[in-house]
């Protein structure tokens, strides 16, 4: 396998739930948001006391100019990377103002004629310094950003209380993205935490104002998911049924001056809407074009109504997409979608002790020191892996294997549930194309070999059985 092996992996502190419990999970995640309302609330208040403090005039131009620093410095740390091997936990402990280089020879960014040389490689080696450290520091900002996002997990076991207590809404396809506005101009940061544009929105309220969406890049349209902060009123710590009523009523009022772009406003922003999950809904949603309001469908979102909103990863929401909703629904660098990769990718957390870890804490490996070294690996540092294989019965990962690490773009690793799910989409795929190329028919959404996840069918057969069992339950009481 490379470097990677696998064995079983006991845990010595408090276990934290099987992965096949998936309501006991759920439970207990509703549980642990009242624990930690306190703590969302203070964080949302210092974004938006660090808003209040910035000069809307003066913020676009000066993330542009980071955003250009941010780039040219790590093109420098990857030119000089060939000729100098500078550790990325080096830090230069040389005080502010006391240069081993000479003065003069600074200043003219000459070496000493005296010299052999070793002044420049000084100078050389203080200049990719000072741009692993500022580069270090975008990334930190970047991701205090992204982790404000909360991370969907993805539907492979449908709760038994889909119908009573679960909303349902179809996410509109394109970027996921978070803007935050103040005083009639708005910042948008792409999931990753990384800067995008600064632009003019006075249909938002002049207070701080914070919003998840998905930018449709084609209608040049923010649809709004879900909203953190609205005028100086913290949200998070409402329910998604309050905070979706609140949202849909404050963009009622605000009328055209928001759905619409025109001068002052550049983008226009409209709110995605959420509907009782009922089957008449889900059909509505998966088939039709009458709950949506003109975007393309990318999947089905699934929230349940006391979530509230804590950033990273939430088994209370949950996503599931298929071949019918979207074209991307395996991934692939094809822009089509018409074809995949050979072998199945994931990106996976280092963890301490060699661990390899999902984003919601299930270890499905470790990690020799001789791969460890080899690719300069560290706590917390995300890995690109090769999955030879998934057993979706027992849920395991098979031969994984490290190509690299992770682009520096990349926020987070990805759960389970998604490696899953991908695996369950590429069987399909490849079966699809199977049948295509021998000119059979097309496969339907509900087949799945035995073993496998959750298919639409099954999300349908799900709310029915609940239905009816409701339906039994109210004939008897009366």
Request: with cysteine; glycine share 6%; charged share 30%.
């Amino acid at each position: 396998m490379e470097g990677v092996y696998q064995r079983e992996y006991r845990r010595t502190s408090k276990p934290r739930g099987s992965f096949l419990e998936q309501d006991l999970r759920r439970a207990e995640f509703l549980k642990r948001q009242q624990r930690d309302r306190q703590d969302i609330l203070n964080q949302m208040r210092d974004i938006a006391g660090t808003l209040a403090l910035a000069d809307p005039a003066t913020a676009g131009a000066a993330e542009r100019a980071n955003r250009a620093a941010d780039e040219t410095e790590l093109e420098i740390i990857r030119e000089d990377d060939n000729d100098m091997d500078v550790e990325e936990e080096e830090v230069d402990d040389t005080p502010r103002g006391h240069s081993p280089v000479p003065m003069g020879a600074e200043e003219q960014g000459e070496p000493d004629p005296e010299g052999d040389g070793e002044t420049m490689a000084a100078a050389a080696k203080k200049k990719k310094q000072k741009a692993i450290r500022r580069f270090k520091a975008s990334q930190k900002a970047h991701a205090y950003f992204a982790d404000q996002l909360v991370i969907p997990d993805v539907l492979i076991d449908t709760p038994r209380d889909l119908c009573a207590n679960w909303l349902v809404s179809a996410r509109p396809e394109g970027n996921r993205a978070i803007v935050i506005a103040s005083k009639g101009f708005a910042t948008c940061r792409w999931k990753n935490g990384r800067f995008r544009e600064h632009f003019a929105a006075s249909g938002l309220p002049k207070g701080t104002t914070m919003l998840d969406c998905a930018f449709d890049e084609g209608q040049g349209v923010f649809w709004i998911l879900d909203c953190l902060i609205w005028n100086n009123c913290m949200m998070v710590n409402a329910s998604a049924e309050t905070r979706f009523f609140f949202l849909a009523s404050r963009c009622e009022e605000a009328g055209d001056t928001l759905s619409d772009s025109w001068a002052s406003q550049k983008y226009a922003m409209k709110p995605v809407k959420y509907h009782p999950c009922t089957l008449h809904n889900a059909l509505e949603l998966y088939y039709e074009e009458s709950l949506n309001e003109g975007y393309v469908k990318d999947s089905l979102m699934f929230i349940h109504k006391e979530a509230r909103y804590i950033p990273g990863w939430n088994p209370l929401y949950l996503n599931f997409r298929d071949r019918h909703l979207s074209r991307y629904n395996v991934d692939t660098l094809d822009v089509e979608g018409s074809s995949i990769p050979e072998m199945q990718q994931s990106v996976l957390e280092f963890r301490r002790k060699g661990v390899l870890r999902t984003l919601d804490r299930v270890v499905v490996g470790h990690v020799d020191e001789a791969t460890k070294k080899a690719h300069r690996l560290h706590r917390g540092a995300l890995v690109r892996c090769e999955i030879g294989g998934v057993d979706l019965e027992t849920r395991r990962l098979l031969n994984v294997r490290i190509l690299g690490k992770a682009s520096w773009s990349r926020a987070h690793a990805e759960p389970l549930s998604r490696i899953l799910m991908q695996a369950m989409q590429r069987e399909g795929f490849l079966q699809q194309a199977k049948k295509s190329s021998e000119g059979s028919v097309d496969v339907e959404q509900s087949e799945r070999p035995p073993g496998l996840l959750v298919t639409f069918q099954s999300i349908l057969d799900s709310i029915a059985m609940e239905d009816a069992g409701a339906g039994e339950m109210s004939v008897e009481a009366e």
